[in-house]
């Protein structure tokens, strides 16, 4: 059973920062692409940020120079360093692990910006 534990969402004020964790648990192997993506509502879910097993990353344009993604291969976890937020950052925020003939998604924690 595969497991991915989200955690560092909250509120707060617009100009913070804020920062994700997502650990992956079970038997997962040869993670190749971790993410993270957020939905608000009424709206399609899309990519905020991807980082390869190699540790090539992918942005949105609307997070570039805000936003860092990192991972830790050995603790199988993948981080969101969110500077600058804005409240048109709120949204559930969902983690992705794509694994050999896998595809994994967490829970989603909550990211509200105030203005």
């Known amino acids: 059973q595969v497991q991915l534990v989200e955690s560092g969402g909250g509120l707060v004020q617009a100009g913070g920062s804020l920062r994700l964790s997502c650990a992956a648990s079970?038997?997962?192997?040869?993670?190749?692409?971790m993410g993270w993506y957020r939905q608000a509502p009424g709206k399609q879910r899309e990519l905020v940020a991807t980082?390869?097993?190699?540790?090539?990353?992918n942005y949105a344009d609307s997070v570039k120079g805000r936003f860092t993604i990192s991972r830790d291969n050995a603790k199988k976890t993948v981080y969101l360093q969110m500077n600058s937020l804005k409240p048109e950052d709120t949204a559930g925020y969902y983690c992705?692990?794509?694994?050999?003939?896998?595809?994994?998604w967490g829970q989603g924690t909550q990211v509200t910006v105030s203005s």
């Open positions: 992705n692990v794509q694994a050999v003939r896998a595809d994994y």
């Open positions: 079970g038997r997962i192997f040869s993670i190749n692409v």
């Open positions: 980082i390869t097993s190699g540790g090539s990353t």
